[in-house]
Structure formats: structure tokens, C-alpha cells
């Protein structure tokens, strides 16, 4: 016999909480769910959605305050040229 598990239990299974997180949180994170490399910068996450900056910022602070995002490093910026933080999935 199978038994079915509730979908609140497959979340966090999954270690994932997807109604804690807003619309935009949830398009950034599908950006790094989706990277072929390991880490990207603010400017960089503003050119694959095509939102400007300042909408970019808050949502990386809000995911790294939700455990879902954590600082890789500084490194030279592939859209802007200057040194930038870079950010990555938190395992």
C-alpha cells in the first residue's frame, strides 16, 4: 500500500518552502537553479532578468537573510568590469 504524503512534508523534504518566498524572490532563484556556472553578481542577475538594479539588491538581500543565498566572492563583474560580490545556492 503507498501512502501519500502531504505537500507541506514534500517541502520541506525538499528543503524548500516555496510560499515563504514572493514572485520575484522565486524568478531569482530559478536563475541560479538554472546557471551553468556557480555563482553570479547583482548586475549580472539584472541583465538575465532584465530588471533594473535596484529591484535586483533587495532580492538578493532578502534571500541571503532566508538562508537560500550566501556571499561566494569578489570578483570582476562580466557586465560592469568592476569588482562585485558574487552569490551562490547555499547547500
Not at 503507498?2 to 514534500?10: D, E, Y
Not at 549580472?44 to 538578493?60: A, M
Not at 562580466?78 to 552569490?87: L, V
Request: charged fraction near 30%; charge should be positive; proline fraction near 3%.
Amino acid at each position: 500500500m503507498k501512502t501519500q504524503m502531504r505537500t507541506t512534508s514534500l517541502f520541506a523534504y525538499h528543503g524548500e518552502v516555496k510560499q515563504k518566498m514572493n514572485k520575484k524572490q522565486e524568478a531569482v532563484m530559478e536563475v541560479f537553479y538554472n546557471l551553468p556556472k556557480e555563482n553570479i553578481t547583482n548586475a549580472e542577475l539584472s541583465k538575465i532578468l532584465g530588471w533594473p538594479i535596484n529591484t535586483i539588491t533587495p532580492r538578493t538581500n532578502e534571500l541571503v537573510k532566508k538562508g537560500k543565498l550566501i556571499k561566494d566572492e569578489m570578483r570582476k563583474c562580466e557586465e560592469t568590469g568592476r569588482s562585485a560580490i558574487s552569490w551562490k545556492i547555499n547547500n
